[in-house]
């Protein structure tokens, strides 16, 4: 990939590059600025409740069938990990142009169910595609600089409990500068793949401490 510079956005195969930082006049309009002050007095009326997933997938159904009891919560974390990071390392273009060629010799071939399995998995990357790469939803990192802007800190000793890859302590790094981060997370494939084949070229945008620019 050539140098990005700060104020542009450019697509990765896996990602989107964007070390745009607008200030709060111009900030997306899908950014609401409001950061908290007092952590003490927010309740779910205020931030809305997360939503609880009821749907589960289709490999935790499996698993439950096959040991005959509910999958237990690290289980289903190491699980997660494994599918997230195969989305994550994806080469989106290349994907979708491998799947759209096996869809047309399907089509061609008149498989039929393989043709239904190539259509709902080029939907799959069609939607990974658009959520992650273009629109960068997956990490929202505009949203999360939102929230922790703000913070009274000034060189931060972060302990990330649960912290897969890290990017949020990454993200707040960034931000303030100076500080260390402790990443704690049972799960090693965290370690050797999710926070170990993180992208080292991935943009955090903060101020640096010297100049006081991005």
């Not at 590059?17 to 002050?37: A, G, Q, T, W």
């Not at 142009?97 to 259509?119: D, K, P, S």
């Not at 703000?150 to 890290?166: H, N, Q, T, Y």
Request: hydrophobic fraction near 35%.
């Amino acid at each position: 990939m050539p140098p990005i510079d700060l104020g542009q956005t450019l697509l990765g195969p896996s990602f989107r590059y964007d070390l745009r930082s607008p200030d709060i006049s111009k900030l997306d309009r899908f950014i609401v600025e409001n950061p908290i002050r007092d952590w003490s007095v927010v309740r779910w009326k205020d931030v809305g409740r997360p939503f609880r997933v009821e749907n589960y997938a289709s490999g935790k159904r499996v698993w439950e069938e096959q040991n005959g009891d509910r999958m237990p919560i690290q289980t289903s974390w190491e699980m997660f990990n494994r599918s997230f990071h195969e989305w994550f390392v994806k080469d989106v273009p290349y994907e979708q142009r491998r799947m759209m060629g096996q869809f047309a010799r399907a089509i061609l071939g008149f498989r039929g169910t393989e043709i239904g399995r190539l259509w709902r998995e080029l939907q799959q990357v069609a939607l990974w595609n658009t959520a992650h790469r273009l629109t960068d939803t997956i990490w929202d990192p505009r949203g999360k600089r939102a929230l922790f802007r703000g913070l009274d800190v000034s060189k931060p000793r972060i302990l990330f409990l649960g912290a897969a890859e890290g990017y949020e302590a990454m993200q707040l790094s960034a931000m303030y500068p100076g500080g260390e981060a402790v990443l704690v997370d049972y799960d090693g494939f965290c370690q050797t793949h999710r926070f170990g084949e993180f992208p080292e070229d991935y943009p955090f945008l903060g101020t640096h401490p010297q100049t006081g620019m991005p």
